[in-house]
């Protein structure tokens, strides 16, 4: 069995920085990486970041704004988020990729005000 745990998210003002923090635990086996995904109501599931042996990725909208970083051995990623905007109000999700499958925390609300 395993579980994703998620920490951070909250209410932060524009141009202010939250941190969120993913750890996962249970028999984890293959993976491929580790990464956050963001949902808006009314709007579908999108990648944010992923860390992976063979890079990572970022979408274009947080490129210079947001890091990631992750830790092999512990198992956990974290999303440094600054420049923050309200058009990143989302609940944020972490994701655990495997080969053959995948795994997805619970989600945490990040919310940006104007």
């Known amino acids: 069995q395993v579980q994703l745990v998620e920490s951070g998210g909250g209410l932060v003002q524009t141009g202010g920085s939250l941190r969120v923090s993913c750890a996962a635990s249970?028999?984890?086996?293959?993976?491929?990486?580790m990464g956050w995904y963001r949902q808006a109501p009314g709007n579908q599931r999108e990648l944010v970041a992923f860390?992976?042996?063979?890079?990572?990725d970022y979408a274009d909208s947080v490129k210079g704004r947001f890091t990631i970083s992750r830790d092999n051995a512990k198992n956990t990623v974290d999303l440094q988020m600054n420049s923050l905007k309200p058009e990143d109000t989302a609940v944020y999700y972490c994701?655990?990729?495997?080969?053959?499958?995948?795994?997805w925390g619970q989600g945490t609300q990040v919310t940006v005000s104007s």
């Open positions: 994701n655990l990729r495997i080969i053959g499958g995948s795994y």
């Open positions: 249970g028999s984890i086996r293959n993976i491929i990486g």
């Open positions: 860390v992976s042996s063979g890079g990572t």
